[in-house]
Each structure stands twice: as C-alpha cells, then as structure tokens.
C-alpha cells in the first residue's frame, strides 16, 4: 500500500478506529471521576467499586489507547 493511499484511506474514514476508541474511553473515564467528586462532595462514602474501578482504570486505558493510535498514524505517514 503506498503512502498515498494509506492517507486517502485515514482522510476518508476520519479518526483511527482505535483513536474513537480511546477517546469513548477516555471520556467514560472522565465521566465517572466526576460522579466520584460529586458524590464525596455531597458526603458519601461507600461507592461502587465498579464506579472507582471505572475512574481508576478506564481514563488511562483511554488515554493510552489515544496515544497508541497516534504514534500509529504518525508511523504510518513516513
């Protein structure tokens, strides 16, 4: 596959698939960090471990699988 045609497939198609992925991730991540300030902020204490697990792992998962699909394209480009 030449370099022009792996271009025109990116350019054609948008973000990576991988780069969605990381930033759908990444966001959910986000997502559930903020419920756990807003819910220690309003004085709860026990929290779904699913809920910590979330924040706690999903927002680097995302935030790694960004930067993976990132070198990728910028491999893919030289």
């Known amino acids: 596959m030449s370099k022009a045609s792996k271009e025109a497939a990116v350019a054609a198609t948008g973000k990576p698939f991988l780069m969605r992925v990381g930033i759908g991730l990444f966001g959910l ?3 559930a960090v903020l419920t756990v300030f807003i819910m220690f902020a ?3 204490e026990n929290l779904p471990i699913w809920l910590s697990v979330a924040a706690g792992v999903v927002t680097p998962l995302g935030l790694l699988l960004g930067l ?3 070198v990728r394209e910028a491999r ?3």
């Open 42 to 44: 309003a004085g709860l």
């Open 29 to 31: 991540g986000m997502l």
């Open 76 to 78: 893919a480009k030289n």
């Open 68 to 70: 993976i699909a990132l």
